[in-house]
């Protein structure tokens, strides 16, 4: 199965690691693009391996058609499945944000995806390039411009450059900053005849504190209105089962770390050992970031060589949503702990 969408006729490609579309799971895989390199093909072949552990299943590597030094690069997940009325040629998963693109333009398209996701979409037709990240950043996206117009962008700052972005081997008279792209909005470029961009808009799609727009298409039904507790209780019970059933929709067998259904024990000595790596891979020296993931890593790494199980949901992020810390039992007033989780959602 082909990791990129393309539809020649229309001269629109896509490379995403998405969970997107009318409804969709959970997915993980690894996106890779250069806009106006200076590097040899065998030096970008190379920047895009670093992220190969994104997606085991399949790989492809390609320059554009018609464009100069413009590449694309994709590790490819097996997982998504979608629901929406569109003719189409391929099993790529992300196919459905093309047809969306072509019916809606690109900032309904990216407010119509009810899920997870990064995509890079090219437009050769109109000379585009399209940038787009979830409203919550969950899928992770890196940038980086220079003052001549070379655009890089990966799922990974490591992973685009002969060390990763940071240090990245092109011609410029100012260092160019490696930024994570912000969540909730895309991004547009034109892209000129020697692969060079230029930004020219930089927008938010949605934000978590509005309806999104693709609710209008959700199989939930009418929910009931007020603020009696059984009201409310029914409510997030509604919306609980709905998010959980949406989830379970994938083309693998869907694993959850839940209390007490199996121990994973490792020593001190393994955890200090498994910092390095964490760090690497997080791409961050946070250190409250870095305690919280070592022992996420070290359960990952378990399940990877002791079972087939490649998608896992660990429920990251609902206590500090919903106040599941012990810390929040003595919490500030309402409604300044509003604003607090309001800022957490938006982070």
Same mark, same amino acid.
């Given at each position: 199965?082909?990791?990129?969408?393309?539809?020649? *006729?229309?001269?629109? !490609?896509?490379?995403?690691?998405?969970?997107?579309?009318?409804?969709?799971?959970?997915?993980?895989?690894?996106?890779?693009?250069?806009?106006?390199?200076?590097?040899?093909?065998?030096?970008?072949?190379?920047?895009?391996? %670093?992220?190969?552990?994104?997606?085991?299943?399949? /790989?492809? @590597?390609?320059?554009?058609?018609? /464009?100069?030094?413009?590449?694309?690069?994709?590790?490819?997940?097996?997982?998504? %499945?979608?629901?929406?009325?569109?003719?189409?040629?391929?099993?790529?998963?992300?196919?459905?944000? +093309?047809?969306?693109?072509?019916?809606?333009?690109?900032? #309904?398209?990216?407010?119509?995806?009810?899920?997870?996701?990064?995509?890079?979409?090219?437009?050769?037709?109109?000379?585009?390039?399209?940038?787009?990240?979830?409203?919550?950043?969950?899928?992770?996206? /890196?940038?980086?411009?220079?003052?001549?117009?070379? +655009?890089?962008?990966?799922?990974?700052?490591?992973?685009?450059?002969?060390?990763?972005? !940071? *240090?990245? !081997?092109?011609?410029?008279?100012?260092? =160019?900053?490696?930024?994570?792209?912000?969540?909730?909005?895309?991004?547009? @470029?034109?892209?000129?005849?020697?692969?060079?961009?230029?930004?020219?808009? +930089?927008?938010?799609?949605?934000?978590?504190?509005?309806?999104?727009?693709?609710?209008?298409?959700?199989?939930?039904?009418?929910?009931?209105?007020?603020?009696?507790?059984? !009201?409310? %209780?029914?409510?997030?019970?509604?919306?609980?089962?709905?998010?959980?059933? #949406?989830?379970?929709?994938?083309?693998?067998?869907?694993?959850? +770390?839940?209390?007490?259904?199996?121990?994973?024990?490792?020593?001190?000595?393994?955890?200090?050992?498994?910092?390095?790596?964490?760090?690497?891979?997080?791409?961050?020296?946070?250190?409250?970031?870095?305690?919280?993931?070592?022992?996420?890593?070290?359960?990952?790494?378990?399940?990877?060589?002791?079972?087939?199980?490649?998608?896992?949901?660990?429920?990251?992020?609902?206590?500090?949503?919903?106040?599941?810390?012990?810390?929040?039992?003595?919490?500030?007033?309402?409604?300044?702990?509003?604003?607090?989780?309001?800022?957490?959602?938006? =982070?």
């Amino acid at each position: 199965m082909p990791p990129f969408a393309h539809t020649p *006729e229309k001269g629109v !490609t896509l490379i995403s690691p998405p969970s997107a579309g009318a409804e969709t799971s959970a997915d993980m895989c690894g996106i890779w693009a250069l806009f106006g390199s200076d590097d040899c093909l065998s030096t970008q072949c190379t920047c895009a391996m %670093k992220i190969a552990h994104r997606g085991p299943d399949a /790989f492809r @590597f390609e320059n554009v058609n018609g /464009f100069t030094n413009c590449c694309f690069g994709f590790h490819r997940l097996a997982i998504l %499945k979608e629901k929406f009325d569109f003719n189409y040629q391929t099993k790529v998963d992300g196919e459905i944000l +093309l047809h969306l693109y072509e019916r809606f333009g690109i900032e #309904k398209m990216a407010s119509l995806l009810d899920g997870v996701f990064a995509f890079v979409l090219l437009d050769t037709a109109n000379r585009k390039v399209f940038l787009g990240r979830d409203t919550y950043g969950v899928r992770p996206m /890196f940038r980086m411009l220079t003052d001549d117009g070379f +655009l890089a962008v990966c799922s990974e700052a490591k992973g685009t450059g002969a060390a990763g972005l !940071t *240090e990245i !081997t092109h011609s410029m008279a100012t260092p =160019a900053e490696v930024i994570p792209f912000l969540p909730g909005h895309f991004e547009v @470029f034109n892209l000129k005849a020697n692969g060079k961009v230029e930004s020219v808009q +930089l927008d938010r799609f949605h934000s978590c504190t509005d309806e999104p727009a693709h609710a209008v298409y959700d199989s939930v039904p009418a929910l009931p209105s007020g603020f009696e507790l059984e !009201t409310v %209780k029914g409510t997030i019970r509604t919306l609980f089962e709905n998010a959980v059933r #949406k989830r379970l929709m994938a083309h693998r067998r869907i694993g959850c +770390l839940l209390s007490e259904h199996h121990e994973v024990n490792f020593t001190p000595e393994e955890g200090i050992r498994a910092v390095q790596e964490v760090i690497f891979h997080l791409e961050t020296y946070d250190i409250t970031t870095i305690r919280a993931s070592v022992g996420m890593y070290l359960i990952s790494k378990y399940i990877r060589e002791k079972t087939d199980s490649v998608v896992i949901f660990s429920g990251e992020g609902s206590d500090e949503l919903t106040q599941g810390y012990l810390y929040f039992h003595k919490a500030r007033p309402m409604p300044r702990l509003l604003k607090m989780q309001l800022r957490i959602a938006n =982070a």
